[in-house]
């Protein structure tokens, strides 16, 4: 800890941050797991899934962007707040289709893992919009089924400021906002299987597809079967 | 996965185009210097000159101002009137707000579909004309209104809509329909030809008269902390909505060290039932950029922007021409007055059909040549604002009484109005009332007493400051138009007891799921799931638990939103839930047999049916018996 540490607390517990860090940020280094979907290691945050929404002094905010400020009261774990992410993670499931049984991703998925965590388990109440949009399997080592997608931009973020390339990008506006590519289909664009933004980390459900890999990883050995998603993070507090 | 679906990319566009010279895009790109930041601009005037943005122009868009496709595509795609099939060399544009739907739309817009030979949405086959609806264009009080490319018609009858149609089918130009010497006006009289002013009552600060730039003269003798001090002491709050106090927001810009400092103006007004800006733009444009111009000596700033909307591309060249006047007359350029260092100058930047770009973050991505998506906060734009220097955003309304203050003092400011809600406000006054239009009164008139000078004795509701505001009952009428009480940038809507409140919730709800930039996902899909409740209601398919499903789906969406509209777009709910709950209680069926009233079995298993070729021997009759 240095002179210009901020100290605040989640959930009561004391949280040390660097300066400029936000909350998530100092939560994930302290060992405190904040939910989020759209936020991922290395990339920018975007702030737009709102599946890491704290009560930062009682105020909403995305812990993903908002920077952790001295003396701070969030709270995290509230019941309150968790039925507000299991309300948003709902949306995701219902905005697109998440055949879990069927899905490449499934035992992967963040969507998935993280509605587990939520305890999404009664039948929702939302309606379905049943989108049918069409796959794209241009590319000789990748697909896209963008019916899966969540409109994290995980990936736009990996190919522009990772891989230089810029193969993603949104398109659209309201509920019509989606993620294109930047050509005609993936085959008309400079994306590689080696990208990280191909890579299984980054697309957090079953959108992004590399071809000749799928279940190679038998359902029960797969990320998820390990822990909550999260565990990673909180095995840090544990020691 | 391409913008373009298969079929488009397979058979090209449904109507044959011409194709569009690579060059002219050159030349259009390079008339902005090719500066991405321009985007809106560049898009604006391809869109204006081919019709359309196609996939080859966004390629050429791309490679001169060094970006992508799919960034070209990402703005392209984000703002209503720019389009990406090829539209008629006349579109007209029927305004689609509640209000124009209780003037006679629909008569109007069959009228138009009748002569035209094309349903709304559609394009002619010859490319002559294109039909839609949009959301309000800012002419409540002269519904029904709509757009004829850059011209605005106003008050129209299936008459006027059927001569219209004629006059373009001849081949008149929009232009020469609203006038045969429309070149030879001057930019004020053209628009007063399109639109009324309806100037209903006048105040002291605003509307009355008001001396050519004496608030910029007393600014001259002042130095920049003076001003916004006094600016602060007059109690001014911006009057876009959100009433943040000027005086601060403009210290705070003020000191933040930076190279640059920007001065940016919203008239943007997309709530439906606004239309204060659209008379302050006619009739005091001069006083808009004296108030900006102000602002900038207090800030240090020496660019500035008007941020217009879309749908006031008719008062374009009015503000143009009130620009290049005052840099004649040394009241924009270098050395403004004379005063050696004070530099500021403007441009106008003209937006594209996107109501949620009136929010300031948005806004400043929209000037960037970006798709209108609201910015992460903090920073917030007095810090880190247009191109990351610190900006001021405010209304026109705000900007102009600034230098009426500055003209008059701030103590004659704060005399008016109460504790908290200092000076006057416009109220554009619309729907069921024998005078529809624009009002100036200080802060703290009741309802009731607007009403009464409206002639809107017969309100059932009023809808204080549009759909994002209150919708209020009778009960309520004796309330206060104050920031305190019943805050307002300004729409006052008026409804008679023959108007169906679900049917306006239902229209307003349609409104936020249209007008969603999509960035999260609470505003994004909730909205919808709100827009199709609110539709089981009007069908009389709700359960009694539907009602709290409304309120629960209702918290989540304005607790977890990321910027002003999903915090306020289930307000057409949540206030009448509690104003009308009679509406609510009257549409709902408990369920006898546990079955949702909305579960069709029928139509559950017609697929089934279709699939099978055979009957279900479970919920379908033997007729053969």
């Known amino acids: ?239 | 996965m391409a913008t373009n679906t298969p079929d488009e990319q397979m058979t090209g566009p449904a109507v044959s185009v011409p194709s569009i010279p690579v060059e002219e895009i050159v030349s259009i790109c390079q008339t902005y210097g090719n500066d991405r930041h321009r985007m809106l601009d560049i898009l604006r005037d391809v869109q204006d000159r081919f019709r359309w943005i196609s996939p080859k122009v966004m390629e050429t868009v791309a490679s001169q101002t060094c970006l992508s496709r799919i960034e070209v595509e990402g703005v392209a795609s984000f703002y209503s009137f720019l389009s990406q099939t090829p539209k008629g060399r006349v579109t007209i544009r029927l305004c689609d707000d509640i209000i124009d739907r209780f003037a006679g739309l629909a008569a109007i817009a069959e009228a138009f579909e009748e002569e035209l030979g094309i349903k709304v949405g559609e394009t002619s086959p010859d490319e002559s004309f294109s039909l839609e609806y949009t959301p309000c264009i800012g002419m409540c009080d002269q519904a029904p209104a709509a757009m004829v490319n850059d011209v605005v018609v106003t008050k129209l009858t299936p008459d006027l809509a059927r001569q219209w149609a004629q006059s373009l089918k001849a081949g008149k130009s929009p232009e020469e329909i609203v006038s045969d010497r429309f070149a030879d006006l001057s930019p004020h009289a053209r628009a007063t030809a399109q639109v009324d002013n309806n100037i209903r009552h006048a105040g002291a600060v605003l509307l009355g008269p008001v001396p050519d730039d004496a608030g910029l003269k007393t600014a001259l003798g002042l130095t920049p902390v003076q001003i916004m001090d006094m600016i602060e002491a007059s109690g001014l709050r911006g009057c876009g909505g959100a009433g943040f106090t000027t005086g601060r927001k403009w210290k705070f810009a003020a000191a933040e060290k930076a190279e640059k400092h920007f001065v940016l103006c919203n008239a943007d007004e997309g709530e439906p039932g606004t239309f204060k800006d659209r008379v302050l733009l006619t009739e005091r444009p001069h006083l808009l950029v004296e108030g900006m111009t102000i602002a900038a000596r207090a800030v240090g700033a020496r660019e500035g922007i008007i941020y217009l909307r879309g749908e006031y591309v008719y008062l374009r060249d009015l503000i143009e021409e009130v620009l290049a006047d005052r840099r004649a007359r040394g009241l924009l350029g270098e050395a403004i007055l004379g005063v050696e260092g004070f530099d500021f100058d403007l441009r106008v930047q003209m937006g594209a059909g996107a109501y949620i770009c009136g929010e300031e973050g948005a806004l400043i991505s929209s000037c960037e040549g970006l798709p209108g998506e609201p910015k992460t906060r903090p920073p917030f734009p007095v810090n880190r604002g247009y191109l990351g220097y610190p900006t001021v955003v405010n209304n026109v309304e705000t900007f102009c009484h600034a230098a009426r203050i500055l003209d008059r003092g701030a103590q004659w400011f704060f005399d008016m109005g109460e504790e908290g809600s200092h000076g006057t406000k416009l109220f554009s006054v619309s729907g069921d009332c024998l005078n529809p239009g624009l009002y100036e009164f200080p802060y703290g008139l009741t309802i009731n007493e607007l009403l009464e000078m409206v002639g809107g004795e017969d309100a059932a509701a009023v809808q204080v400051g549009g759909p994002s505001g209150t919708m209020i009952a009778r009960d309520s009428f004796h309330r206060r138009l104050t920031f305190d009480d019943l805050a307002t940038g300004g729409a006052i809507i008026v409804f008679s007891g023959e108007r169906n409140v679900l049917e306006i919730v239902e229209y307003y709800m349609s409104f936020f799921v249209h007008e969603s930039c999509g960035y999260c996902t609470p505003c994004r899909v909730g909205n919808v799931f709100l827009q199709k409740a609110i539709g089981k209601f009007r069908k009389g398919l709700a359960n009694p638990e539907d009602i709290d499903y409304l309120k629960d789906l209702s918290g989540t969406i304005i607790e977890t939103s990321r910027c002003g509209l999903g915090m306020t777009s289930p307000n057409p709910i949540l206030t009448t839930l509690k104003n009308f709950p009679l509406v609510y209680s009257a549409m709902v069926k408990p369920s006898k047999d546990g079955i949702r009233a909305t579960f069709d079995i029928q139509s559950a298993i017609d697929g089934a049916r279709h699939l099978a070729k055979r009957r279900s021997y479970i919920y379908d009759e033997d007729f053969s018996k």
């Open chain 1, 1 to 239: 800890m240095t002179d210009q540490d901020i100290t605040f607390t989640i959930d009561g517990v004391a949280i040390t941050a660097k300066p400029g860090q936000t909350i998530m940020e100092a939560a994930d280094d302290a060992g405190v797991y904040i939910p989020r979907l759209c936020d991922h290691e290395g990339l920018r945050h975007q702030g737009g899934c709102r599946v890491c929404t704290v009560k930062a002094n009682g105020r909403s905010v995305a812990a993903c962007t908002q920077p952790a400020a001295p003396g701070q009261t969030v709270e995290n774990e509230t019941p309150h707040i968790n039925k507000l992410r299991r309300d948003l993670v709902e949306m995701l499931f219902h905005e697109g289709n998440h055949l879990c049984p069927i899905c490449e991703a499934s035992g992967n998925c963040e969507l998935q893992a993280m509605a587990y965590r939520l305890e999404m388990v009664e039948p929702t109440k939302f309606p379905y919009l049943e989108p049918s949009r069409a796959l794209d399997a241009s590319h000789h080592d990748i697909a896209l089924d963008t019916n899966r997608c969540i409109s994290c931009g995980r990936c736009i973020r990996a190919s522009k400021d990772v891989d230089g390339k810029g193969v993603f990008g949104y398109v659209g506006r309201g509920i019509h906002r989606r993620v294109a590519v930047n050509g005609e289909d993936l085959a008309h664009t400079d994306a590689d299987a080696s990208d990280h933004a191909m890579s299984d980390e980054v697309c957090p459900v079953g959108c992004i597809i590399r071809k000749r890999v799928g279940f190679a990883t038998p359902i029960g050995e797969r990320e998820f079967d390990k822990g909550l998603i999260g565990y990673e993070i909180e095995g840090k507090r544990r020691g």
